[in-house]
């Protein structure tokens, strides 16, 4: 009876423990993945970059795709240079400091000048509506 009592304390704290870690590792990838909206795969936030730099935009919990057609849950991404994020419903200004990708690009080379700069990525629906702060990032770049 003891030998038995033993034996399920010892199962349930291996299976215990092996939920806990299976719980943590989960919470890792979560804190990664599951942050909604747009991001810079590269540069990251507080990169020395050339003065050409490669933009790679990423994309999480929605669906990339070109403009046109509204479509929900879907858009495309804009990159705002030196500027802010556009409020929600605000249509996305089309000029040199705001670009669309409204093919459905996630990859661009800009060129900016020397010095510290911010990007920003705006994700806004097919008729180039901006779905708000929550949908964008920005982080700052020095350009050597
Ligand atoms: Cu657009």
Redesign the pocket.
Known sequence: MKAWFIMVTTLCLILGSYTLVQACEHEGACSKACSIGPHFLSPKNGDTVSQDVNIKMGMTGMKVQK?GELVKGTG?H?LIIDGAYVPENET?P?DDKHI???KGQTETTIKLSPGKHTLTLQF?DGF?QSYGKIMSQTIEVIVK
């Open positions: 403009a495309h804009h996305v089309k669309h990708f409204g806004a180039h």
